[in-house]
């Protein structure tokens, strides 16, 4: 679990999977426990914190000490996407909620940023008890910031590997923010379960995710016709 975890911090393209295959089974959501979403201004989604899309790395850098006060953070390379990251590990960025680990990634092409993910429970899953509670807060959070592009909308959908998509929207200029939660199963209570008494999970991670560009994001990819 480290090692998948860890390529999800730092991927770009995990999510877009996710979101794209609801582009085409899910249909907007307009309400959560049956209460409607308000209308309100257009919500925008321009990066995290002092971090917007199109930074450079220097730039980042310097909203990372503004957010953060950490001076170096740390740096990754994807190989297969081409893209680079900047860590910040370790953040208590909610009251009462695990400590968060925030990616920069920067394009394969531009070097500019193209996405932030903010994972809890990078290293084998927090206990769900104390991260359900911050994914309402975060899904409470994201209805009430605006309006969102129609049809781009999703809320608490299930996905067949068993991660819940929380929450999904894109904002005018197509913009989106993604919220999963990954449920982690131990094999033990897995193989208990049945169809009377589905597996109840004790862990999980959560994924938050803002992407400058979900249908064509800047990384590496084998053009196609080549192979």
Known sequence: MKKMSVLIAMSAVAVLGLSAAFAETSKPSASVGGD???????????????AHFGMTEAEVKKAIRTDFNVDEPAKAVNETERTSVLIVRGKMLITDSPPATVSYIFGATTSKLIQVNVVWGDNGGVDAKQIVPTTNALASYFI???????????????LPDGTVLVFRGADAKGRMVVLQLVPIVDPADEKKASKDKPVEFKKAMLRLSYIANPTKPDVFRIEKGKF
């Open 144 to 158: 009430d910031k605006g309006s969102y592009a129609k049809d781009s909308v999703a809320v608490n959908q299930g």
């Open 36 to 50: 409607p979403v308000q209308t309100a201004e257009p919500a925008t989604i321009d990066g995290y914190r002092s």
